[in-house]
């Protein structure tokens, strides 16, 4: 994404912050800080992107917002991650992994498995950051043998409506086929035997 979208998209987020805490919507009050503290990370500005970032923690927490929670609190341990303060980076990762852990989120858990894992190379601890790159790679291989299992039963439920949808219209067809037999076995009892002698 180019400076010049970057600045669009910091105009409209702006925009979308005054008007959802003039309506008094914290869920749009929460995903617009949170959008607000990406955009002014990627223009490089750590103290406004901390700023809302934090915001986006404060009502996400007030509100219960724990999907919001865990995904901003991983976005600030980012941050300080490219600060190369790692004792908060380690905090707020830790605490997103707990929430992800708490809510069942297999792909937030996953993400932040590789986010320790940048984190404990930067600090040159390899031992410890091998140990979250397993993890990283034992849950990305758990969530495609879970898409691969969702994906299997339901092309076996798509199988078996079909095969369920073919032998109903074999039934069908064989219901016509003796009816029609039937009908023609009727008519032909009621045929004379002969045409009459002449």
Request: proline share 1%.
């Amino acid at each position: 994404m180019s400076l010049k979208q970057h600045k669009r998209a910091l105009e409209c987020f702006l925009e979308c912050f005054r008007l959802f805490t003039q309506l008094g919507d914290n869920y749009g009050l929460t995903a617009a800080a949170g959008n607000l503290g990406d955009v002014y990370g990627r223009l490089e500005d750590f103290a406004k992107s901390l700023e809302f970032l934090n915001k986006a923690v404060q009502i996400a927490r007030e509100n219960n917002y724990k999907e919001f929670l865990c995904e901003n609190l991983a976005n600030i341990g980012t941050h300080y991650l490219n600060l190369k303060d790692f004792p908060h980076a380690q905090t707020y990762y830790e605490n997103a992994l707990d929430i992800a852990k708490e809510i069942a989120n297999k792909k937030t858990e996953s993400d932040i498995y590789e986010q320790l894992t940048g984190l404990y190379t930067a600090r040159e601890d390899y031992k410890t950051a091998m140990a979250y790159y397993k993890k990283f790679v034992q849950s990305k291989d758990r969530m495609i043998n879970e898409t691969k299992n969702l994906q299997s039963i339901e092309l076996q439920e798509r199988y078996d409506a079909e095969k369920r949808t073919r032998e109903i219209d074999t039934l069908k067809q064989n219901n016509k086929i003796q009816t029609i037999t039937s009908n023609a076995f009727i008519a032909d009892a009621r045929l004379p035997t002969s045409l009459g002698s002449s």
